[in-house]
């Protein structure tokens, strides 16, 4: 499994404002179900993840495993 990340910018725009990509790019994902994904303020996460020495993780696993470690 991989995790990728994916970023819209809105290059050649008079408007740095990318939401409306953003908003497509998301219910074109909603559509499918092969990859699992996240929608945060900086960028979308998918789950893509290549591991195979370990059960597979989603991304909240992966966050909860570090705030484990920090507390």
Do not use: C
Not at 2 to 23: D, Q
Request: positive net charge.
């Amino acid at each position: 499994m991989a995790t990728a990340e994916v970023s819209i910018i809105g290059l050649g725009r008079s408007s740095p404002g990318a939401s409306e990509y953003i908003a497509e790019m998301y219910r074109r994902l909603q559509r499918q179900d092969r990859v699992r994904f996240h929608l945060n303020a900086m960028g979308t996460e998918l789950k893509i993840d290549e591991r195979v020495d370990k059960p597979a993780h989603t991304l909240q696993d992966k966050v909860r495993s570090v705030q484990e470690k920090v507390q």
